[in-house]
């Protein structure tokens, strides 16, 4: 399972961006794929997450301001990130779980985008 992220860049605050995370090989044995973040300083934390089933969880720090979707005949996830503040500037990483059947791993990770949000 490969993980391709894109759509980082810089924005002012108040602004949007979404970030795309296009998924290839083994598609089929996603259980849940999200994005995470990482400050400078800071621990990687979760920001949002969507299970196959389609259910979604966010960080506190972004409800209402970032919708997560996903587009299944492309295998592509979305992150629509609105009102964007300072304090999420970070790296962004896709990560994918994958259903526990057949050898390890059982998570992977794409590689980061930058989000900065200028005040």
């Known amino acids: 399972l490969q993980l391709q992220a894109s759509g980082g860049g810089l924005v002012q605050a108040g602004g949007s961006l979404r970030l795309s995370c296009a998924a290839s090989?083994?598609?089929?044995?996603?259980?849940?794929i999200g994005w995470y973040r990482q400050a400078p300083g800071k621990q990687r934390e979760l920001v949002a997450t969507?299970?196959?089933?389609?259910?979604?969880n966010y960080a506190d720090s972004v409800k209402g301001r970032f919708t997560i979707s996903r587009d299944n005949a492309k295998v592509t996830m979305y992150l629509q990130m609105n009102s964007l503040k300072p304090e999420d500037t970070a790296v962004y990483y896709c990560?994918?779980?994958?259903?526990?059947?057949?050898?390890?791993?059982?998570?992977?990770w794409g590689q980061g985008t930058q989000v900065t949000v200028s005040s």
């Open positions: 090989g083994t598609t089929f044995s996603i259980k849940a």
């Open positions: 990560h994918a779980d994958r259903y526990e059947v057949g050898p390890p791993p059982y998570d992977y």
């Open positions: 969507i299970t196959s089933g389609g259910r979604t």
